[in-house]
């Protein structure tokens, strides 16, 4: 989980600075790709999370 929320919180932080610093428009697009990353880890493992790993 806190990969989860480091890899949203990295996805902000890059989105705002691609978004004020005219020449940096392709981390805007860094932080959007991890945003996604980041989504599709949580939804992997809140997917696979109630089941046990013993059966």
């Known amino acids: ?3 989860v929320l480091f890899l949203i ?4 932080v890059l989105g705002i600075v ?3 610093a005219h020449g940096l428009l392709y981390l805007l697009f860094i932080g ?5 990353i ?7 493992r ?3 999370g109630g ?3 013993n059966r």
């Not at 919180?9 to 902000?12: N, W």
């Not at 959007?32 to 996604?36: P, T, Y």
């Not at 980041?38 to 992997?44: D, E, F, G, M, Q």
């Open 46 to 48: 809140f997917r696979h």
């Open 1 to 3: 989980m806190a990969l």
């Open 18 to 20: 691609g978004v004020v």
């Open 9 to 12: 919180i990295l996805a902000i």
């Open 51 to 53: 089941r046990s790993a």
């Open 38 to 44: 980041a989504v599709v880890i949580s939804a992997v």
């Open 32 to 36: 959007i790709a991890v945003l996604i």
